[in-house]
């Protein structure tokens, strides 16, 4: 890692409030008379805890986070690196507390049925998919997810990994490029250092003109893939849903995509496999 030039170490060390917070600040494309007025804090005071010569009470943190839309994961480095102990829970997917959210996760997925539907962590491991999904990932092979590696069902992966389905998609030249600025937009939002250790991998396997050369498509209103195996062509878009009141990080960070067919075709080929 390169080191921080010394105007840009805080007081409390590298990754202290201070530093955490210009960072978080300039993500936001904010400047401190910008985050002074939509938080409510003084211009000064926003100075003097970027510099490192105020320190920030717990409900000033808070405060400032949710100003800026802070993941609630990141909330916690925030309380940690100030001294605070961290107050959002990280719960797993089957604690007995998670029980809410994920028989909602469970209905949004089966009430799209017949349609493919997963919910995604800020990593885009698959944390859980409805029948639709299964079947058309079964289509692709029985070993896919061990060709693409990892240990969880990542969709960069399966999109990016050398032995991914790259070769089905037939406008690879329109969706790659934006799946994976999406997912760059995405790590650096979110501060997801998970997504961008995946993307360090997968970086050396990408022709690095066709990810920067998106073509006319998408221009479009939604972008579809188009995707085409042993003559079954499908074309879907995505629709992305997320849990906007979460005080989970688990759940903060989980969001439902949901497919839908592009053309007639393909809500007939999906239609037919459900035997509608």
Known sequence: MVPLPTSERSADGDSGFPLLLKRWRQRRRLSQLDLALVSGVSQRHVSFLESGRAHPSRSMILQLSETLDVPLRERNAWL??????????????DDPQMN??????QRMLANHEPFPAIALDRAW????SNRPFDWMSAMLGNDLWQRVGGVQRNLMRLFFHPNGIRPLITNWTAIGPLLWRRAQREAEALGGQEMKEVLTELGPYQDVDTLWAASDAALMPVLPFDMESNGVRISMFAVIATFGTAQDVTADE?????????DAG???LFRAGAGQ
């Open 125 to 128: 491991n698959i944390r859980m």
């Open 266 to 268: 393909t809500e007939a």
């Open 80 to 93: 940690t690196a100030a001294g605070f102990a961290p107050i959002f829970t990280t719960r797993p997917l």
């Open 254 to 262: 989980l969001r439902i995509e949901s497919l839908f067919p592009a």
């Open 100 to 105: 809410q959210v994920m028989n909602a996760v």
